[in-house]
T-cell receptor, first 114, second 117 residues
Framework: DAKTTQPTSMDCAEGRAANLPCNHS???????VYWYRQIHSQGPQYIIH???NNETNEMASLIITEDRKSSTLILPHATLRDTAVYYC???????????????FGQGTILTVHP | DTGVSQDPRHKITKRGQNVTFRCDPI?????LYWYRQTLGQGPEFLTY????????KSRLLSDRFSAERPKGSFSTLEIQRTEQGDSAMYLC???????????????FGDGTRLSIL
């Protein structure tokens, strides 16, 4: 699976949009981009994923560049409860003989301030 | 709650004892994963099941570790002769996989935190 690069930490004011970048310059055509977050003492929480197109759900939006070498997770109106470690992971689709294990990096520590 | 359930949430034991953790995946999910997470690190893959078959094991999974998923539903992870270095959070995840559902995400439980005295 392709490696990802994320900033170590970011800050955001409550109520503002949080934009978390991720570089995955070696991504291949059949690899999806997944975002998870982890709040202290809890398991990772799935946020969103995408292959080529931008995606939006009730939690966030995922913007993938046209060349697919980078992406941005957008939390439109950050709250204090969004303070967490955010992981960007690139993974081959778990179909056929691919088992789809996730390889976590260090992630980005997002701190939302009042 | 229909998410992934893990039991117990916390386990404290003495070095050398055996411990067993249980994971109940989301009911229709055919894939089940175990990960381990130490303080300040991201989770690391341990092993994976497709239904009842264990199809991949990480080199992190020493011979003191064994995992089972006997009926393709719940899974157990046993650690024999525990060591200090086994202290970690053990996470279980499940997903639905098939040719008609590519890219389905894994959903995690809240883990079992193991402390070795």
């Amino acid at each position: 699976d392709a490696k990802t690069t994320q900033p170590t930490s970011m800050d955001c004011a409550e109520g503002r949009a949080a934009n978390l970048p991720c570089n995955h310059s070696t991504i291949s055509g059949n690899e999806y981009v997944y975002w998870y977050r982890q709040i202290h003492s809890q398991g990772p929480q799935y946020i969103i994923h995408g292959l080529k197109n931008n995606e939006t759900n009730e939690m966030a939006s995922l913007i993938i560049t046209e060349d697919r070498k980078s992406s941005t997770l957008i939390l439109p109106h950050a709250t204090l409860r969004d303070t967490a470690v955010y992981y960007c992971i690139v993974r081959v689709s778990a179909g056929g003989t691919s088992y789809g294990k996730l390889t976590f990096g260090q992630g980005t520590i997002l701190t939302v301030h009042p | 709650d229909t998410g992934v359930s893990q039991d117990p949430r916390h386990k404290i034991t003495k070095r050398g004892q055996n411990v067993t953790f249980r994971c109940d995946p989301i009911s229709e999910h055919n894939r089940l994963y175990w990960y381990r997470q130490t303080l300040g690190q991201g989770p690391e893959f341990l092993t994976y099941f497709q239904n009842e078959a264990q199809l991949e094991k990480s080199r992190l999974l020493s011979d003191r570790f064994s995992a089972e998923r006997p009926k393709g539903s719940f899974s157990t992870l046993e650690i024999q002769r525990t060591e200090q270095g086994d202290s970690a959070m053990y996470l279980c995840a499940s997903s639905l996989s098939g040719t008609n559902s590519p890219g389905q995400p894994q959903h995690f439980g809240d883990g079992t935190r193991l402390s070795i005295l």
